[in-house]
């Protein structure tokens, strides 16, 4: 296990498209809100996920997991926390926490690998060797 301890925060205002009736955040907007959270930890890092697509990757969601522990609102600011660890040689492991002025309301986590013309891989987009060198 490799972790990175670079730890990158990303602030979301929730809109109202994401709330149900009573205002409430909708379950199935987190996941969209972690892969926000990814995309920003790469980019805080100086790597780009356009960029690892360029080199030939994807990466896809292995699994997804998200514990609800206090509803978040319209018109609130949530800040996603988002961490990153290898786990073995293929797989990554973003672990997300989301915060209402310093409340915790969600954590969560989300297990990646790379593949590359389709099939698991081993090596590492460059963007990536950034963040976790061989």
């Known amino acids: 296990m490799q972790t990175n301890n670079h730890i990158h925060t990303t602030r979301i205002e929730v809109r109202y498209a994401e709330t149900d009736q009573m205002g409430v955040v909708h379950h199935a907007v987190y996941p969209v809100w972690f892969e926000l959270a990814r995309t920003d930890y790469f980019r805080s890092l100086g790597a780009s996920y356009l960029e690892i697509e360029k080199e030939g990757f994807v990466s896809p969601v292995l699994k997804l997991e998200v514990q609800y522990k206090r509803p978040t609102h319209y018109g609130e600011f949530v800040d ?10 293929l797989h990554f492991v973003f672990d997300y926490k989301v915060f209402v002025e310093g409340t915790l309301c969600s954590t969560g986590s989300s297990v990646h ?7 698991p891989t081993r090596e590492l987009p460059q963007q990536v060797k950034k963040i976790f060198p061989e």
Do not use: P, S, V, Y
Not at 113 to 119: A, D, P
């Open 113 to 119: 690998c790379f593949l590359k013309n389709g099939q």
């Open 80 to 89: 996603i926390e988002t961490t990153l660890t290898r786990k073995g040689a």
